[in-house]
Nanobody, 117 residues
Framework: VQLQASGGGLVEAGGSLRLSCAAS????????MGWYRQAPEKERELVAD???????NYADSVKGRFTISRDNAKNTIYLQMNSLNPDDTAVYYC????????????WGKGTQVTVSS
């Protein structure tokens, strides 16, 4: 499974960004997809994830500001990030869980999000 993420960049505090991640190469279907992030000198943390049925899960720190959505036909997820603050600065990683006889979690390369104060 290959994951192609896009949409990171530099934004001022209070601004918005939209991340996208497209999964390809799975012959058995994709289950949960989501986003993790890792800030400098901090552990990687879950930001949000979404099942193929549309059930979402968010970190408390982003609830009410971030929205994850999914297009199953395209195996693509989106993360709309509003009211960004400098604490959101991190490398954001897309993940996808392959279903079927060879299940596994796949990680994208990461996209940098930088929020200036």
């Amino acid at each position: 499974v290959q994951l192609q993420a896009s949409g990171g960049g530099l934004v001022e505090a209070g601004g918005s960004l939209r991340l996208s991640c497209a999964a390809s190469g799975s012959g058995f279907g994709i289950g949960v997809m989501g986003w993790y992030r890792q800030a400098p000198e901090k552990e990687r943390e879950l930001v949000a994830d979404i099942t193929s049925g549309g059930i979402t899960n968010y970190a408390d720190s982003v609830k009410g500001r971030f929205t994850i959505s999914r297009d199953n036909a395209k195996n693509t997820i989106y993360l709309q990030m509003n009211s960004l603050n400098p604490d959101d600065t991190a490398v954001y990683y897309c993940v996808a869980d392959q279903l079927g006889p060879y299940p596994g979690r796949y990680w994208g390369k990461g996209t940098q999000v930088t929020v200036s104060s």
